[in-house]
Structures are given as C-alpha cells and as structure tokens.
C-alpha cells in the first residue's frame, strides 16, 4: 500500500532517518473526517541493527474496531506487514495477546482503545521478558515454571469405581472457583516487581495460583508433597503482597490471595 | 595461546560450542556427526566475523536461541540437522 505512506521522514530520530522509512505511517483511507489516533508500538527485529524503538502509527478510529488489537491487525493488514505480535481467539480466552497496553499489562483483544484521540497510545511488549520480535516475548520460562508445579491430578489410591469418575462436591469444586479460570497469559507474573528480580528462582502468580489449584483439589491426594515442593524462600516466599497481579488479571483473577492461602497451608 | 582473559559472554559462547560438539558426538552414524559438527563450526565462525563484539543483545539473543535449540538436538530422538542456503 505504497500509496497511501507518508514519504517524508520526521526528523526526531537521526538513526530513524538513517534507515529511509517514513517514521510515521497513516491509513491509505484517511479522509475528511476521520478520527485520528496515533499509536506508539515497540518494534525490534534481532536481524536488522539498531536498538528497539517506538514506531508511530496513525488510524482512523471510526475505520476500526473497538479493541487494541483491532487496531493492531488493522495496522499490519494495511500499513506495515512487518509488525509482529501474537494472537489467536480475539476474545480474551487464549491468553496469546498479552501486552503493556498503556503502562498496564492486558490482553489486546480485551483492551478498548481510548477514544480521545488527543492521547498517544502506547503498546510495548510484557515488562522484563526477552523479547525475540517486536511484540513478541520468550514465554518459555514462564511455561518451565507452570510445569515445575506438576499441575496434573496425582492419586495414591486408585478411584473408588475404577475407569469412572473421582467424584467431588459441589462445595469442594467450588474451591477451585477462581483458580481453574486462568489462561496463562502471564499478565500477572509480568507485571509483579518481585518476579521481575528473580524471575529464574521466584514461581510468580501465575504458577502459585496453579499450584494453590491443585492444592485446594479434594481429588488430589499429594497435597502435602505439593506444599513441601513450593515450601521455598525463593519459590514462594518472594512474594511480598505486591498485589500488581490482581491488578493486571484480565481474567479478573486474584493471584496475591491464592498465594496467601498457600502461605497460611504451610503454617 | 589466547593471552587476553576471554569475557563472560565470550566464554558463554565458547560452552555452547562445546555443548554442540559434545551433543553432536552422542549421534549413532559418523556422517551425521560431521554434518552437525561442520553446520554448527560454519554458523559461529560467521557469527563471530560479522557480528559486532559491542552488540551485547543480540549477542544475548542468539545465545538464547542457540540454547533451546541445543536442548532440542540433545534429545535422542533428534538424528540430525541440515541447513539449507537461500540467495
């Protein structure tokens, strides 16, 4: 969509003229009008030299959906293909959208974009994670951890009618109310200062609320060596009721409270 | 002899070298052996020409990479790699 660039360069940036690219991008359909908002996104490509940047972008909000990530398809549909983030669902239940959205984690899909046009809006990658491309971070320290819990049903009694069911309560699933919700968009884990420190030896929320989810499983008989296993000053004990966790959840989960039970259990 | 002390990262990068041969050896035929031997030695051979000694993160990064990709080739059911040359 050559046609619709803007060929001059804005000069804020030597390095950025340096590379020849238009520094601002703005949708090839903006007509008299429009509502024009101006996204700044973090882009960095481990190919091409440089440091990371915050890359302007201009669309026409009454041209686009509700959501950031709207605007963010939107973008690499028309203007720049280049801009790489992951997604899949678009409707907040898959996790993969995860950014800093403003200063606060969230999920794209499930973030407005703040109508006042006047305002930048500015979308980086989760905080404190490598980045590998652009919007796109390694989760795979985050998905070690959710394994190291061991997050699976663990019996030492075979099921009292074999090849059935385990059967629980209403008041014992009930328990789980809180916990089962959680899609691993590390929303949370990123967002905690504590994890952001010791992110190799501290489990973050996000593995402690699985940890607590299993735990708290009245099927599940290997609740003691669960908390003796996390019973650690870095696995559990470096949360200090931050609570940024609750606070990032798009899920609306509360991870800090989950850890204090787990804390209060190791009394 | 290399006289000069090495830097952490340099010697970072020298265990996973040596990580990659060591990994190599534990392959069942000889000819897949050379061919990982002689992909991994020409990848950083190159690396270490063109990529700049003061360009710490992408340094950073391709040790990452190189790390998981040597996890996936340790495991034996991994046989070999190939590399394929694109103009």
């Not at chain 2, 990659?20 to 992909?39: G, N, V, Y």
């Amino acid at each position: 969509m050559a046609s619709g660039l803007v060929g001059r360069v804005v000069g804020t940036n030597p390095s950025r003229a340096a590379r020849l690219i238009p520094s601002r991008w703005t949708s090839s359909k903006a007509v008299v009008g429009a509502k024009l908002k101006t996204f700044q996104i973090y882009r960095w490509n481990a190919d091409s030299p440089g440091k990371p940047e915050l890359q302007d972008y201009q669309l026409d909000l009454k041209d686009c959906g509700p959501m950031v990530l709207d605007a963010l398809i939107k973008i690499t549909n028309e203007m720049d293909p280049s801009l790489t983030f992951r997604r899949s669902c678009r409707e907040g239940m898959c996790g993969s959208c995860a950014m800093n959205i403003d200063g606060c984690n969230g999920l794209a899909c499930l973030t407005k974009i703040e109508s006042e046009s006047s305002k930048v809006t500015t979308i980086t990658p989760l905080p404190h994670m490598f980045v590998i491309k652009d919007l796109v971070v390694d989760m795979t320290n985050f998905y070690n951890q959710y394994k190291s819990i061991e997050p699976w049903l663990k019996r030492k009694t075979p099921a009292s009618v074999p090849g059935k069911e385990i059967l629980q309560s209403k008041k014992d699933r009930a328990k789980l109310d809180g916990m089962y919700e959680c899609i691993l968009c590390a929303c949370c884990s990123t967002s905690c200062p504590s994890y952001w420190w010791n992110p190799e030896s501290y489990l973050g929320p996000a593995a402690l609320l699985h940890a607590n989810r299993w735990i708290s499983d009245s099927r599940d008989e290997y609740t003691k060596e669960r908390l003796e296993a996390i019973n650690d000053e870095f696995k559990l004990y470096r949360c200090h009721t931050i609570l940024n966790c609750a606070r990032a959840c798009p899920k609306g989960l509360n991870p800090g409270k989950q850890i204090s039970h787990i804390k209060q259990l190791q009394k | 002899m290399g006289a000069t002390k090495l830097s952490g990262m340099q010697k970072q990068v020298l265990s996973l070298y040596r990580g990659f041969l060591r990994a190599a050896r534990s392959k069942p035929t000889t000819e897949d052996r050379k061919r990982i031997q002689t992909i991994v030695s020409t990848e950083f051979r190159k690396n270490s020409k063109e990529v700049d000694r003061k360009n710490f993160q992408y340094i950073e990064y391709l040790l990452r990479l190189g790390h998981k990709q040597l996890d996936q080739l340790k495991s034996p059911d991994m046989v070999s790699i190939s590399s394929v040359k694109i103009n």
